[in-house]
């Protein structure tokens, strides 16, 4: 054999040697059946997680926009003299200032149900709640002469107290129980936003 064969010989021995053989491919699928349903519930978990963030914040700046609207309208006459539909003027402005900032969001996730704001309950004293018609309703939560937060103790001035209830339907619960064991998660939570602000006459 000469120095040439003996050459190309050892390259076909070398690679013949570095092929896995099918116990080794075998372990790689048993990792891969093991790892793959950890990794697909912290994909899903990361973007659920994120649009729940998301949400989250959109209604944050809802439930301010419908706070600046209300304590702009603020008067004596109008929350004791409900003129709109059953609840005050400012509070209406409020609801539909909450409405039309959630819209504008162009967010799918977001479904404001067709929310009227001249369907309206009262919540309590000074404070009316608005719900949507649907399954999973999205529900706006005006509170007018509020007393004033812990931090601004001492002054005598009222304030106005929008919270904005959201129900976000993730998929992390379904998909946590690829991982075994039972299922604690709920399909459903709840995203509260709640915006605080000094009326301002």
């Known amino acids: 054999m000469n120095p040439r064969q003996k050459n190309r010989a050892r390259k076909i021995w070398t690679s013949l040697s570095r092929r896995p053989s099918h116990r080794e491919k075998g372990a790689e699928l048993l990792e891969l059946a093991l790892v793959l349903p950890l990794l697909l519930v912290l994909v899903v978990g990361v973007i659920d997680f994120g649009q729940a963030y998301a949400i989250k914040d959109q209604l944050t700046?809802?439930?301010r926009d419908g706070a600046r609207v209300a304590v702009n309208g603020f008067n004596d006459t109008d929350t004791a003299n409900p003129q709109c539909g059953g609840a005050p003027c400012s509070v209406q402005a409020a609801a539909n200032a909450v409405i039309i900032a959630l819209n504008n969001t162009n967010n799918p996730n977001i479904n404001t149900c067709g929310v009227n704001t001249s369907d309206v309950a009262s919540a309590g004293t000074f404070a009316w709640i608005y719900t949507a018609p649907c399954a999973n309703p999205l529900t706006i939560l005006v509170e007018r002469a509020v007393p004033p937060p812990a931090a601004v103790d001492g002054t005598?001035?009222?304030?106005t107290?929008?919270?904005?209830t959201?129900?976000?339907?993730?998929?992390f619960a379904n998909v946590a129980g690829l991982l075994g064991g039972t299922n604690s998660f709920s399909n459903t939570i709840?995203?509260?936003?709640v915006a605080i602000m000094a009326n301002l006459n």
Request: a positive charge.
């Open 190 to 193: 709840n995203l509260n936003s």
């Open 161 to 164: 107290r929008v919270t904005v």
């Open 166 to 171: 959201y129900p976000y339907n993730w998929n």
């Open 156 to 159: 005598t001035a009222l304030y």
């Open 61 to 63: 700046g809802a439930a």
